[in-house]
């Protein structure tokens, strides 16, 4: 299990989660509890998939961000987002 923080310049949302999908202009990365300490720079315009503990998938399209993970929590920085 991970924690996963998105900062979205109105709002704060944080979830548990088992895994996250990043999408970056070098290609698509899962992310997973105990993943080595990384940043990623989104592609514009893709989305941000994550799946929770109970099993359930969100998504988030994201025009603009920076993840940065470490082994147990991801912090996603979205300027903007649908």
């Known amino acids: 299990m991970m924690h996963l923080t998105i900062i979205k310049p109105d709002q704060i949302a944080e979830y548990e989660i088992v895994w996250l999908e990043v999408i970056t202009d070098q290609g698509s990365f899962i992310i997973q509890a105990e ?48």
């Open 35 to 82: 993943h080595a300490p990384t940043v990623f720079v989104l592609a514009q315009g893709q989305s941000l998939t994550f799946c929770l503990k109970d099993a359930t998938q969100e998504s988030i399209m994201v025009m603009q961000g920076v993840v940065e993970v470490t082994r147990k929590a991801v912090l996603a920085l979205v300027g903007e987002s649908k």
